[in-house]
């Protein structure tokens, strides 16, 4: 296969398509009602153009273009990495047998599954975030809104790539369905949770490619592991591009908090809403808000479908192939926190291969800290001169606001103490948005489209798009 893109192609590709007249039609069949869903369900604000960055090779080096883009003529196409012909199973019963180039009959229906909620959440994401661009808080950030919006729609291509060439008529009828359901339908919603959820303001958009995206790092990696080798393949290349969106939210949120950090600093208060800035405790509900519906994307903490699927070579660990055990795990054990009826935790043990998804959560738990100490970071680096003491910015208990797994139906709270139901509700308004929180954040999202400005609540970013200077002409408005 080659590693460079055929751009002349009707659908930009490196899997060859105009050789597989049968594929290709059926995807030029599925690409007007993509456009059609794009137009209807995508970003609400009209543009003239956007600079974007378009993947030109899969190689390491040198893989993106940046230009200026008419969004809706932005080329999405189904880009996979680089085939190594030697790759072998690394995990499961058939550790070490050659990857699959097809779907085996007794996977089929677990393949499908796995791809279908993953191509689910990338269109629900481009819905969620549709109405952000009427109110960006920079040119810059109304780029990358856009960036990560033409990105999940191209994510939605590469699975729905995997169903029509693999998948047959199911397969197909399967793409169609990710264009049926919508975020939040009450007839026809996204499969998990979290996509169901609005993203009403930017302060949410960077908790969400904060905490949300980093879910979709975990369980790309995951894929990345298959030993169905276009899944692998095409989760490889989708990784590289969900870089930039962890990006953005990591220093979105770096921006609003250092925004936050010189408004206490400079009138001497941590009630700077009337300053025109986002309060920490409000920052702090928002970061327990998006980091609890995001662990729920985890599942179950035990699994019988996640230790299925190891087994089966279909979706490995984090990084498994550094990992120094077996990698088939059927003696291994793995604790587990339970919550007891009656106010207090217990431990069991379970098989690791039941416990796969805590594994991956684990995991995600240990990079979303990085996060927290990078915020707390810029926070006692501007700190108050003394004047003040500063909360630290926390990541809630795992256990607390859970609708998935061992937790869920438990009242807990932010630090771990089990609790009853009145307790909890007494105290949700300190631990989660509450409808003034939501109110007052909206309040202050007001659009800023002139070149080199910036909104009152956030602070400029360090530096701009490839090279550019943030105050770069990056969006010209139609
Ligand atoms: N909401 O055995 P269990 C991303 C269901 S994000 C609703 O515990 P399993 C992105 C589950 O379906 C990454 N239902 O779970 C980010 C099952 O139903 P059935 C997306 C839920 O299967 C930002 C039952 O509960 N990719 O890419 O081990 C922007 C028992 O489930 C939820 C993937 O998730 C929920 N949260 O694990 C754009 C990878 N959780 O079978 C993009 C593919 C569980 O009893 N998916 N259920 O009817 C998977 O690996 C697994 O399906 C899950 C669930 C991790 C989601």
Redesign the pocket.
């Known amino acids: 296969m080659s590693e460079k893109i055929d751009y002349s192609a009707k659908i930009p590709n490196n899997i060859g398509l105009s050789g597989d007249r049968r594929l290709q039609r059926a995807l030029e069949g599925w690409q007007p009602r993509f456009i059609s869903w794009w137009g209807e369900m995508g970003p609400a604000l009209a543009t003239r153009d956007v600079y974007l960055r378009t993947a030109v090779a899969v190689g390491r080096e040198g893989w993106a273009h940046f230009d200026h883009v008419r969004v809706p003529d932005y080329r999405w196409g189904i880009f996979l990495a680089e085939r190594d012909p030697d790759a072998a199973i690394g995990f499961g019963e058939h550790k070490g047998e050659p990857v699959w180039q097809q779907v085996p009959g007794e996977y089929r229906a677990d393949l499908q ?3 279908v ?2 191509g689910d ?2 269109p ?2 481009v819905e969620q975030q549709r109405q952000l661009g009427l109110t960006a808080p920079s040119l810059y950030d109304l780029r990358n809104l856009f960036q990560v919006n033409v990105e ?1 729609g191209r ?1 939605l291509w590469a699975m729905v790539y995997l169903l029509h060439a693999y998948f047959g008529r199911e397969g197909r009828d399967e793409a169609e369905g990710l264009l049926q359901r919508n975020s939040g339908s009450p007839d026809a919603p996204r ?5 169901n959820e609005e993203t009403a303001d930017w302060l949410a958009f960077f908790m ?2 904060y905490f ?9 990696g ?2 990345k592991e298959s030993a169905f080798d276009p899944l692998s393949r095409t989760a490889e290349f989708m990784l590289r591009e ?1 870089a930039h ?1 962890m990006m953005v939210g990591t220093t979105g949120v770096d921006r609003v908090v250092q925004r936050s950090a010189e408004l206490i600093r400079a009138h001497d208060t941590l009630d700077i809403g009337p300053h025109g800035g986002i309060a920490l405790d409000i920052i702090q509900r928002y970061i327990n808000f998006h980091y609890t519906v995001s662990l ?11 230790a299925n ?1 190891y087994t089966a070579g279909l ?1 490995g660990r984090w990084q498994e192939t550094r990992r120094g055990d077996d990698h088939r795990l059927a003696d291994d054990s793995a604790v587990l926190d339970i919550p007891g009826e009656y106010g207090t935790w217990r431990t069991d043990e379970a098989s690791a291969l039941l416990a ?2 805590l594994d ?1 959560r684990d995991e995600y738990v240990a990079d979303c800290r990085s996060g927290l100490k990078r915020w707390n970071k810029i926070l006692a680096d501007q700190g108050t001169g003394g004047r003040l003491a500063l909360p630290t910015l926390t990541l809630p208990h795992p256990g607390f606001n859970r ?3 061992l937790n869920a139906g438990h009242h807990i709270t932010p630090d771990g103490q089990i609790v009853d139901e009145r307790t909890w509700r007494a105290s949700r308004h300190k631990w989660l948005p509450t409808s003034e929180d939501l109110t007052f954040v909206r309040s202050l999202m007001r659009p800023v489209r002139e070149r080199g400005k910036i909104a009152s609540w956030i602070a400029p970013p360090r530096g701009g798009i490839n090279g550019k200077p943030f105050d770069y002409q990056y969006v010209h408005l139609s």
């Open positions: 599954r796995l791809i909620i993953q959440t990338e629900a994401s999940e994510h499969i998990l949770g979290a996509f969400f490619t949300t995206d980093r879910d979709g790092k975990y369980q790309l995951t894929l969900e969106h729920d994307l985890f599942g179950s903490e035990t699994s019988t479908n996640a699927y979706k796969l998804n991956l609708k998935v797994g």
